[in-house]
């Protein structure tokens, strides 16, 4: 797939667990100026939209510029020794400089991929590609798609459906019965209310099962056919969590999936309120084992600036002016684009990657023990690290025979004695954080 943006990518191709696809990094690779989805506006719409797509590129290399002093100086904190001008070092800072950058690009900014489905699953798509948030390129992509599949198998005419309606879709037919929900003035108080209720956390914990970890102990002791009196239920979670016990938690492969004992982790759960970047989301949604309800994004679109500021701006004043000032000037031509008449589908490929996301996630504790181990490593990306410290740290009041080994991997494999401590080799981060507790994580990039 070329020349898709990243709006439908997160809308509908990530949106379901049935797929895999080999992205190309936005968070690593400097993005090209005309690298971008226009839809089909035209006049003072078109002229608006393209000035302010021009005006999101142009703040994108402004902001990778005076970030990469800073970026520079957090790492030298690390790496006192290390020389910023040696080429190979310049190269890995630009990338860090670019990560924080790409939060002012638009959805509307390109990528391509290899993208497997199976075929039934593509016929789902095909059924099903006029829904919210992007329908337009939804369709024009899927009818694509399906196009090839029968140039190579006609026989799947036989099977293959029409596409419902948007009319049809459950989104639709209800603000169709109550219009009056519709409007930025609900939509303000619902982004209020939610807000309220996360408690200043990017992540909170909303509900898990009382009984996590006697069922845990109990199915520790299924699995080897022990007694209680044989095994206590401490001793039992300790046998499937503690990489000192464990050693395959010390592996650089998951290979949690695929042992008797480790699977026992399908019963607890828990469930999570967030609110992170669309960018930082767009990652997160890869982890198709902590499945969440993504929102109905034009449901929570009004004409007020409402995003995320990554820690690496926060702490420069020149970079978080451009960035602020950026957000509002996006907004107002999203709101000149409303008054213009111009359909909210087409309003959202504006808005920037830091565009806020909200919604609840699940996970049983063995997709987020996996989830956990590589997003606690400080090399995570940042929104995605700082949730995954405030949900271990939750877990461990609510549950603390659990909460206790939900590690990155340094510390894992520092308990199991796996050699080297940090798996990533030169891109370790500098931090020894398998002789910190969680409580004293920190870090700016």
């Known amino acids: 797939l070329e020349n898709i943006s990243r709006q439908f990518i997160w809308s509908f191709l990530h ?3 049935h797929y895999n696809s080999e992205q190309v990094s936005q968070r690593y690779v400097a993005v090209k100026p005309d690298a971008v989805a226009v839809p089909p506006l035209e006049g003072e719409a078109l002229a608006i939209y393209q000035q302010t797509i021009e005006f999101q590129m142009e703040t994108y290399k402004k902001l990778t510029d005076l970030l990469m002093p800073v970026v520079t100086s957090e790492h030298l904190r690390l790496f006192r020794h290390q020389d910023p001008e040696e080429k190979k ?3 890995k800072l630009l990338k ?22 199976s075929g039934i699953t593509l016929l789902r798509y095909y059924k099903l590609c006029l829904q919210y948030d992007a329908p337009f390129e939804q ?17 799947y005419e036989m099977v293959l459906e029409e596409p419902l309606d948007l009319e049809y879709t459950p989104e639709a037919r209800f603000f169709e019965s109550r219009p009056e929900l519709d409007s930025l003035q609900y939509r303000s108080q619902f982004l209020k209310e939610f807000d309220n209720s996360l408690d200043g956390k990017v992540s909170k914990l909303v509900d898990y099962k009382i009984n996590n970890e006697k069922v845990l102990a109990d199915s520790v002791r299924e699995v080897l056919g022990l007694t209680c009196a044989s095994l206590n239920d401490d001793d039992a979670i300790s046998l499937v969590l503690d990489p ?9 492969l998951n290979l949690t999936m695929m042992s008797k004992l480790t699977r026992v982790m399908h019963h607890p759960s828990y469930t999570f309120r967030r609110k992170i970047s669309h960018t930082a989301d767009s990652q997160d949604q890869r982890h198709r084992m902590t499945p969440g309800s993504r929102p109905m994004l034009l449901a929570h679109l009004t004409d007020e600036p409402d995003y995320i500021i990554p820690k690496l701006i926060l702490v420069d004043d020149a970079s978080l002016r451009v960035y602020n000032e950026a957000m509002e000037r996006i907004w107002q031509a999203i709101s000149r684009l409303r008054k213009l008449g111009v359909e909210e589908e087409f309003l959202a490929y504006l808005l920037p990657n830091a565009v806020a996301v909200r919604f609840t996630e699940s996970a049983d504790l063995l997709g987020l023990h996996h989830k956990h181990r590589m997003r606690l490593c400080y090399l995570a990306q940042e929104e995605i690290w700082q949730a995954s410290v405030e949900e271990a740290e939750q877990i461990r009041e609510v549950n603390p025979r659990i909460g206790k080994w939900l590690l990155p991997p340094c510390s894992q494999r520092w308990m199991a004695k796996t050699r080297p401590t940090c798996p990533e080799g030169d891109r370790f981060c500098g931090v020894t954080v398998w002789k910190l507790d969680i409580s004293q994580y920190k870090r700016v990039i």
């Open 96 to 117: 860090r400089a670019l990560e924080v950058a790409r939060y002012v690009l638009p959805l509307a900014t390109l990528a391509y991929m290899y993208h497997t489905v």
């Open 244 to 252: 000192a016990e464990n050693l395959l938690l010390g592996q650089s």
């Open 139 to 155: 369709q024009i992509v899927v009818k694509k798609m399906v196009d090839e599949l029968l140039r190579l198998d006609p026989l």
């Open 15 to 17: 949106s379901h667990p």
């Open 89 to 91: 070092l310049k190269a």
